[in-house]
């Protein structure tokens, strides 16, 4: 299994271009998540899905889009970038337990972008 | 919204001792996790501790929880150059459905 993977690992915008970063998962799992990581600040949800047709807003959504047609890929687009978007992004993928929740999260390598 | 805040922000020990970071957290919890990342690398989970259970061991690590203190503790025994890393906690929402990480704890273990 290659586990959850991410394309591009690295890129660089320009204020205004958009772009799809990629995420894919070859385990089966229903919950996939986008987070952006920037220094000091941990991980920030930006959108999640709870499996195949259904995403949901989290903590830092705007300028941001997804949609989840297939249970293994959760593409995450940037729309207009803007400097403020300069972080490195993972994606995360996770069983769905018994009980309907979230636990062990599995994530991908990161995708490092700069936006000039 | 909840949020675990991990206790230092860094740490720094010699090859061989043990490092203790803590995470604090705001509101009640349905189960707590570390993870641990590497430097230019994805968050990797290492243990889940549930709100009813005190203590969890996984190897040379150990989770403590204490939710009438809203804290948990991670302790790496006989620490090795190879755990030099970040470590974060992260805890769920009231739904389960997603969590909120803290900044992390820089450990530097120095051989």
């Known amino acids: 299994n290659a586990g959850v993977t991410q394309t591009p690992k690295f890129q660089v915008l320009k204020t205004g271009q958009s772009m799809t970063l990629q995420c894919a998962q070859d385990m089966n799992h229903e919950y996939m998540s986008w987070y952006r990581q920037d220094p000091g600040m941990g991980l920030r949800l930006i959108h999640y899905?709870?499996?195949?047709?259904?995403?949901d807003q989290g903590e830092v959504p705007n300028g941001y889009n997804v949609s989840r047609s297939t249970t293994e890929d959760f593409p995450l687009r940037l729309l207009s970038a803007a400097p403020s978007q300069t972080s490195v992004y993972f994606c995360?993928?996770?069983?769905?337990?018994?009980?309907?929740?979230?636990?062990?999260?599995?994530f991908g390598p990161g995708t490092r972008l700069l936006v000039l | 919204s909840q949020q675990g805040e991990e206790d230092p922000q860094a740490l720094s020990i010699q090859e061989g001792e043990n490092a203790t970071m803590n995470c604090s957290y705001k509101?009640?919890?349905?189960?707590l996790q570390w993870y641990r990342q590497n430097s230019g690398r994805g968050l990797v989970h290492l243990i889940l501790?549930?709100?009813?259970?005190r203590e969890k061991h996984s190897g040379r690590l150990r989770v403590t929880l204490d939710t009438s203190k809203k804290s948990s503790s991670l302790l790496i025994t006989a620490s090795r150059a190879a755990d030099t890393a970040s470590y974060f906690c992260?805890?769920?929402?009231?739904?389960?459905?997603?969590?909120?990480f803290g900044p992390g704890t820089r450990l530097s273990v120095l051989p």
């Open positions: 899905s709870v499996g195949a047709g259904i995403t």
């Open positions: 995360a993928s996770s069983p769905r337990t018994s009980g309907g929740t979230k636990e062990t999260q599995y």
């Open positions: 501790i549930r709100s009813n259970e």
């Open positions: 992260a805890t769920d929402d009231n739904y389960g459905q997603n969590f909120v």
């Open positions: 509101t009640s919890i349905n189960n």
